[in-house]
């Protein structure tokens, strides 16, 4: 949710991102460049949303006017679920598991536009 717009921002396993307005109204549909999407972040202050999921982290900026735009993506390991953003430093923050080892892994990944 972006309260400034007061948008909701929805992904999922479609391919798709769509923009709500809280009240429920369908303002605009984008396609994904992964095939699904685990679970996202948004900076409040940048309005760039980071999305994990596919084997990949995705960085969407939204004007709150026109439909989102994917603004950059970078391919990670298949196992990725969960992305953070540091509201102080903007860092991305990835982190992934393995099953088959029981490893766990957490990278820090920045943006520059």
Do not use: E
Not at 90 to 108: K, L
């Amino acid at each position: 949710y972006d309260p400034t717009f007061d948008q909701l921002l929805v992904g999922g396993t479609n391919g798709k991102l769509s923009v709500y307005t809280s009240g429920g109204k369908h303002l605009s549909t984008i396609d994904m460049p992964a095939d699904r999407i685990d679970q996202c972040d948004l900076d409040h202050q940048t309005h760039l949303m980071a999305c994990a999921g596919g084997g990949k982290i995705i960085l969407i900026a939204n004007d709150g006017t026109n439909p989102p735009k994917v603004v950059g993506q970078i391919d990670v390991s298949p196992g990725i679920h969960t992305v953070a953003i540091d509201p102080k430093t903007g860092t991305i923050w990835g982190a992934w598991s393995v099953r088959a080892t029981g490893a766990a892994f957490i990278q820090g990944f920045t943006y520059t536009p």
